[in-house]
């Protein structure tokens, strides 16, 4: 079955009302980073960091699936479907999508302060002061901070890297290591950045200006038809 790649980044929540980190008016205009994304951060408070999350957590939970989620998860009907995605939400399990690879994490999941592989779902919004894991440790967000480690980037690569098509969508390509993986994409795949608006578009890739919920469902359904999209 033919491999379909779909990477994807906080522009793609924001359209389902998500805050976006990094646009005018997002979350980094209205919070320090170090203070509430790294582990010195968590370090000095980590009540502050709790806190933040919590919000987060709360309106990722309130939030739903927009179209461009649910068209994603419609390639699935003919094509084996990988969704790599910068985003910490759901919102692509939500919608339907079975194989969703979430490089900085997962809000909705806590893990260990002391050992990255003890990791939790949460039957709640909060994470709270106290609650610990087996080993005794301050339980944290399974969100990956500055200066720490991306998730899962050997399986990306090797996704990108035996993809035949490739939809990038929502993201700025700003973010590294996680934007990298764009380069890997073989040169005879069809690739698609959809944005809009592009400060630099990836070699070989064909920019489609507007709005994830407008375009990726075009998108998709041309591909579900068996034509390009125009």
């Keep these: 079955m033919e491999k379909i790649?779909?990477?994807?980044?906080?522009?793609?929540?924001?359209?389902?009302g998500l805050k976006t980190f990094r646009d005018m008016g997002g979350l980094w205009h209205e919070y320090a980073i170090e203070d509430v994304a790294s582990p010195e951060g968590w370090n000095r408070n980590a009540s502050a960091v709790l806190?933040?999350?919590n919000e987060r957590r709360t309106s990722v939970l309130a939030a739903q699936p927009n179209s461009a989620h649910e068209a994603i998860a419609r390639?699935?009907?003919?094509?084996?479907?990988?969704?790599?995605?910068?985003?910490?939400?759901?919102?692509h399990?939500?919608?339907?999508?079975?194989?969703?690879?979430?490089?900085?994490?997962?809000?909705?999941?806590a893990r260990s302060s002391v050992d990255s592989s003890l990791v939790y779902e949460l039957n709640k919004p909060t994470i709270e002061l106290g609650e610990l894991c087996e080993k005794g440790s301050q339980l944290r967000p399974d969100v990956v901070w500055f200066g720490e480690n991306v998730?899962?980037?050997?399986?990306?690569?090797?996704?990108?890297?035996?993809a035949s098509r490739v939809i990038t969508v929502g993201t700025s390509l700003t973010v590294y290591p996680a934007a990298?993986?764009?380069?890997?994409a073989p040169f005879s795949a069809e690739k698609y950045l959809i944005s809009p608006e592009a400060q630099k578009v990836p070699y070989g890739f064909r920019f489609l200006r507007g709005q994830a919920t407008?375009?990726?469902?075009?998108?998709?359904?041309?591909w579900l038809a068996g034509r390009k999209p125009v």
Aim: charge should be negative; glycine fraction near 8%.
């Design 5 to 16: 790649v779909v990477f994807t980044g906080a522009g793609v929540s924001g359209e389902s």
């Design 51 to 53: 806190a933040f999350y």
């Design 75 to 91: 390639l699935e009907l003919k094509f084996e479907v990988i969704v790599i995605t910068q985003n910490i939400d759901d919102l």
């Design 93 to 109: 399990e939500r919608a339907g999508s079975s194989n969703v690879i979430h490089v900085h994490g997962e809000i909705l999941k």
């Design 151 to 162: 998730q899962q980037m050997e399986a990306c690569l090797e996704h990108f890297a035996t």
């Design 180 to 184: 990298g993986l764009v380069k890997k």
């Design 214 to 222: 407008t375009v990726v469902p075009h998108v998709v359904t041309c």
